[in-house]
């Protein structure tokens, strides 16, 4: 049996593990039998836990999207604005400090998708993502600047504006990086509070 695994509950050891090898390789380099050979038993001893990788794979998903919500979340003592400010640059940070975490969750086949009916957008996943929590502190935002229109389009053109900075950022050459990021999150943020104020 491999160092460290006792198996009290080898469902949490084979997340872990997967956890391990999406951080420092890539969710592309998952597989049961290097999961079971980490954790110290056979493959069919994994698949006792997971119907099959796919189920592994999503498993792995909500794992690596609470660890997101977790690093996003924001003290509510602060502005609404100086929360979604310092949401977006923790976003971006995230990005580029767990580069293959982040390539999982917004890159991969098991991404999960944002549903909209027009008037709501939801994620079918665990309550603790990522998504659900911006959305959360964008409304608290609106609010604040008694925003108009639709809520919803609001949430989504500043969720594509700081994801696909995020996105962008690991191949972003310029001096002093986070400090150039940090401002480019602020003035969008000041931007688009002055779009809507003069709509």
């Known amino acids: 049996m491999a160092d460290g695994f ?9 997340l872990e593990v997967g956890l391990k090898i999406i951080e420092t390789d890539g969710y592309q380099k998952v597989e049961i039998k290097k999961i079971a050979a980490a954790c110290g038993v056979s493959s069919p001893s994994i698949y006792r ?18 660890i997101f919500h977790d690093y996003l979340y924001c003290d509510d003592n602060r502005t609404p604005v100086d929360d979604l400010v310092e949401m977006g640059i923790k976003f971006i940070h995230f990005s580029y400090e767990y580069k293959h975490y982040f390539e999982f969750l917004f890159n991969s086949e098991f991404v999960n998708k944002v549903i909209s009916d027009g008037q709501s957008m939801t994620v079918v996943m665990d309550s603790k993502n990522s998504f659900s929590l911006f ?19 609001h949430v989504i053109n500043l969720w594509s504006y700081i994801s696909g900075l995020a996105l962008i950022s690991d191949n972003l050459e310029v ?25």
């Open 49 to 66: 836990h997971f119907k099959n990788k796919d189920a592994l794979m999503m498993a792995l998903l909500t794992r690596v999207s609470a």
């Open 175 to 199: 001096a002093n990086k986070e400090q150039q990021l940090a401002v480019y999150v602020r003035k969008m943020i000041e931007i688009y509070t002055n779009g809507i104020s003069n709509c």
């Open 135 to 153: 959305k959360k502190t964008v409304k608290r935002y609106l609010v604040e600047i008694n925003a108009k229109g639709n809520s919803e389009m």
């Open 6 to 14: 006792h198996h009290g509950n080898l469902k949490h050891d084979a």
